[in-house]
């Protein structure tokens, strides 16, 4: 089945650790997108990238880094940086980041909490 | 970030009946798109609309791009306990590659 796998579903992290969600899509899109989403808010991009070995910070990308080595995969790490990461964060894909009109097709999400 | 006005935030119906929401901007998009997301999942494509005044049916659901391509509506006839989830709209502007999300609008649907 072609999709976005997102794991693991729930992370706990404690202060001050740096943790990295998976994202892996085997659908051969080039574009893949990470969003932070807040209860009662829409989605924010924190980073995306349109192409291997090439990525661009979005809206919030404050206290996150991201790594693109793999068509397929595309690692969101948050850092000791972000001080307020308790949220639901999810992946995207879409077919080309540089043609116009291309959807974004989401992954299921990882939910991060703070012990 | 910019985030686009969707209205109503929430909406309670019966089983049957008919829903509106839409979604407005203040820049102009080439591209509007509508998502469901239900609890603890990702957000699922419903409906995508490339073209001012594009009327564009997915099952029961409608929706439209606006003529100004400020706007969007999104239609859903005869609500069924399944429809319930957070609706999403995003836009894509000409000169770039993001899309901008609404705040969402919950629906609850009650037998």
């Known amino acids: 089945d072609g999709g976005i796998t997102q794991s693991p579903k729930y992370l706990f992290r404690k202060e001050g650790q740096n943790v990295t969600l998976s994202c892996e899509q085997n659908l051969n899109h080039d574009a893949m997108y990470w969003y932070r989403q807040d209860p009662g808010q829409g989605l924010r991009l924190i980073y995306y990238?349109?192409?291997?070995?090439?990525?661009q910070k979005g809206d919030i990308a404050e206290g996150y880094s991201v790594s693109r080595e793999k068509k397929e995969s595309f690692p969101l790490t948050v850092t000791s940086a972000q001080k307020n990461p308790t949220a639901f964060y999810l992946c995207?894909?879409?077919?080309?980041?540089?043609?116009?009109?291309?959807?974004?097709?989401f992954g299921d999400g990882t939910r991060l909490s703070i012990l | 970030g910019q985030q686009l006005n969707q209205s109503p935030q929430s909406m309670f119906i019966q089983e049957g009946e008919d829903v509106s929401m839409n979604c407005t901007s203040s820049?102009?998009?080439?591209?509007w798109l509508w998502y469901k997301q239900d609890p603890g999942e990702g957000p699922v494509l419903l409906i995508a609309?490339?073209?001012?005044?594009e009327l564009t049916s997915n099952g029961r659901l409608t929706a439209q791009f606006g003529i100004t391509r400020k706007d969007s509506f999104l239609n859903i006839s005869a609500s069924i306990p399944s429809d319930v989830g957070i609706y999403f709209c995003?836009?894509?502007?000409?000169?770039?590659?993001?899309?901008?999300f609404g705040t969402g609008t919950r629906l609850q649907v009650f037998p």
């Open positions: 609309l490339y073209k001012a005044g």
């Open positions: 990238s349109q192409i291997v070995n090439d990525f």
């Open positions: 995003a836009g894509q502007a000409y000169n770039t590659d993001k899309l901008i």
């Open positions: 820049s102009i998009f080439n591209t």
């Open positions: 995207a894909s879409s077919i080309s980041g540089y043609r116009r009109n291309q959807p974004q097709h």
